[in-house]
């Protein structure tokens, strides 16, 4: 009996999480979109439903997983945390008492970190309810480039999607959830070649089989 595929997208905005959502809808999946704002989903012809959520509030992130079951019958198999919360810190003076202000830091590391740590505390507890081989069990994360470079004026977005960056990356190093079938996945953007030249050669780099670049998602794997 084929198992129902489920998927669940955090930060389902117009740009990366939306096109994610109908691709996985494509391949068959029942996707889940958590967000704010309903950016349109389309329940009758594609089995999709949209599940309010301020990522702000890292609390709220667990019931999201008991709604996708209620409504889908069993937890996702993908999920996908492409919530972000950019607010920009002024480039010449990113400390200033104007350009830094602890509200903003607090509700950046909430949407860009914390919930995110919660997100994949909850998908590898439900993905350890899925049958061992129905499925591949992923999680991903969008990542950017922030944690590789430093950019004016993000301050803030970098030190928040650095810290999730090193919490993806680590586990993927480490292979802890390999034996369970589990695959965690920094997305990040392709760097400039000068910089990737320069970093190759002033630290290890991460070893790139287990990254997917932005480009390249081949959401036909699962
Ligand atoms: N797009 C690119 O080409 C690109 C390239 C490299 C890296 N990235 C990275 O990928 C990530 C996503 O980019 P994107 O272009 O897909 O952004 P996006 O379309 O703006 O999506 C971000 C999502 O985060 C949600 N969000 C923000 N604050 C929230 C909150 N408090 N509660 C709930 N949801 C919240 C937004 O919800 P609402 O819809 O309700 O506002 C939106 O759905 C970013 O970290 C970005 O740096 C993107």
């Known amino acids: 009996m084929e198992t129902t595929k489920v998927a669940l997208i955090f930060g389902a905005g117009p740009n990366i999480g939306r096109h994610v959502a109908d691709a996985l809808s494509e391949k068959g999946y029942k996707v889940a979109l958590a967000s704010r704002t309903n950016h349109g989903t389309d329940q009758y012809k594609r089995n999709q439903i949209h599940i309010p959520i301020d990522l702000t509030r890292p609390e709220n992130v667990p019931g999201v997983f008991d709604q996708v079951k209620n409504e889908f019958g069993t937890f996702p198999s993908v999920v996908v945390y492409n919530g972000a919360l950019r607010i920009p810190n002024d480039p010449e003076d990113p400390l200033s008492l104007s350009s830094f202000k602890i509200q903003d830091y607090n509700s950046s590391m909430s949407v860009n970190t914390t919930s995110v740590l919660l997100a994949l505390q909850h998908a590898v507890a439900g993905f350890r309810t899925l049958p061992a081989s129905a499925t591949i069990k992923t ?48 997305l990040t953007s392709r760097l400039p070649c000068h910089l990737y030249r320069r970093r190759t050669e002033t630290f290890p780099f991460p070893p790139f089989t287990e990254y997917i670049y932005l480009g390249q998602i081949h959401i036909a794997k699962h």
């Open 139 to 186: 999680f991903i994360f969008t990542g950017n480039v922030l944690n590789l470079v430093t950019v004016p004026g993000v301050l803030t977005f970098g030190i928040t999607k650095s810290a999730t960056a090193y919490a993806i990356r680590s586990l993927v190093d480490t292979k802890v959830y390999q034996k369970d079938g589990i695959r965690c996945v920094l």
